[in-house]
């Protein structure tokens, strides 16, 4: 069994900042790529960022330059820095990750339950 869980949303003013972590455990062999998606109210859910075990990372254009990505590797977590929030940034943001499991063939797509950010003065 693989869980992700998510961790570090909350509410923040505008042009706050927040961190969020992401930690993938159980039976994984392997992860690939890794990434934070969100859905706002109404709203189909959208890739926020993404990044390859690599390290080559892909950003949805309404967080560039404010969002940065990472991952570690050895600990099986992402993160996601996010620095001048606004109001329409508020969403649940689920973490996602491209994982291959011990002893079973196959790659899962494996998500996190979500966590909530809220941006509001």
């Known amino acids: 069994q693989v869980q992700l869980v998510e961790s570090g949303g909350g509410l923040v003013q505008p042009g706050g900042s927040l961190r969020l972590s992401c930690a993938a455990s159980?039976?994984?062999?392997?992860?690939?790529?890794m990434g934070w998606y969100r859905q706002a109210p109404g709203k189909q859910r959208e890739l926020v960022a993404a990044?390859?075990?690599?390290?080559?990372?892909n950003y949805a254009d309404s967080v560039k330059g404010r969002f940065t990505i990472s991952r570690d590797n050895a600990k099986n977590t992402v993160y996601l820095q996010m620095n001048s929030l606004k109001p329409e940034d508020t969403a649940v943001y689920y973490c996602?990750?491209?994982?291959?499991?011990?002893?079973?063939?196959?790659?899962?797509?494996?998500w996190g339950q979500g966590t909530l950010v809220t941006v509001s003065s």
């Open positions: 996602n990750a491209d994982l291959v499991r011990r002893w079973t063939p196959g790659a899962l797509d494996a």
């Open positions: 159980g039976s994984i062999f392997s992860i690939n790529a």
């Open positions: 990044i390859t075990s690599g390290g080559s990372t």
